[in-house]
């Protein structure tokens, strides 16, 4: 099992551009996630969803929107990309709230 | 809302010394994770505290709920230079609706 793959790795945007990071889990969870990484301020929930076809907003949901159209995979989209979004973003996927929660291995994005 | 608070932030150690971080929530949790992240990778979870007052070991880290349930606290005996990275708590308050909640992490350093 891969467990939760993310891509791309690294990529670096101007300001006002767009893209979308991919997030795929093959342990067949309902739950997925995603958040972001800054220095000193731990992990931070920008998403969520509690199943195929449902989302949710975290802690900062501003700036991003989440597709999850099928179970495996939990799209994050930014549409026009700012300075205040460079990053390290994390996906993760888990059975439940009360479950333990696998992350993928990041993408660092940078806005410049 | 419910807030997570970690100490120390940063813990340098020689190697050999013990090591403990404390997690705080302001509000009594369901229940309550432990992740552990090195240098440049991803969050990986170490285990999770359920009941009051429960004490959980996993070779040298010895992990502690409080009997309130409202904190909790990861202590490393004789650390190693393997043990380098970022302890994270996490707080689950329970319920239907996310409600996971990470501390800002204690980043540990080991002088060999």
């Known amino acids: 099992n891969a467990g939760v793959t993310q891509t791309p790795k690294f990529r670096v945007l101007k300001t006002g551009q767009s893209m979308t990071l991919l997030c795929a889990q093959d342990?067949?969870?309902?739950?997925m996630y995603w958040y972001r990484q800054d220095p000193g301020m731990g992990l931070r929930l920008i998403h969520y969803?509690?199943?195929?076809?449902?989302?949710a907003k975290g802690e900062v949901p501003d700036g991003y929107n989440v597709s999850r159209l099928k179970k495996q995979n939990f799209l994050l989209g930014l549409e026009s990309a700012a300075p205040s979004q460079t990053s390290v973003y994390f996906c993760?996927?888990?059975?439940?709230?009360?479950?333990?929660?696998?992350f993928g291995p990041g993408t660092r994005l940078t806005v410049t | 809302g419910q807030q997570v608070m970690q100490i120390p932030q940063y813990q340098h150690v020689q190697e050999g010394e013990d090591f403990t971080t404390y997690c705080n929530s302001s509000?009594?949790?369901?229940?309550i994770q432990w992740y552990k992240q090195r240098p440049g990778g991803h969050p990986v979870f170490l285990i999770q505290?359920?009941?009051?007052?429960e004490v959980k070991k996993q070779k040298r880290l010895t992990f502690q709920f409080g009997e309130a349930k409202k904190n909790s606290s990861l202590h490393i005996t004789a650390t190693q230079t393997t043990d380098v990275g970022t302890y994270f708590c996490?707080?689950?308050?329970?319920?239907?609706?996310?409600?996971?909640?990470f501390g800002k992490g204690t980043l540990l350093t080991v002088n060999p």
């Open positions: 969803s509690v199943g195929e076809g449902t989302t």
């Open positions: 996490a707080g689950n308050s329970g319920g239907s609706n996310y409600k996971l909640t």
């Open positions: 509000t009594t949790l369901s229940n």
């Open positions: 505290l359920v009941k009051s007052g």
């Open positions: 993760a996927s888990s059975r439940g709230f009360s479950y333990e929660q696998y």
């Open positions: 342990m067949n969870h309902e739950y």
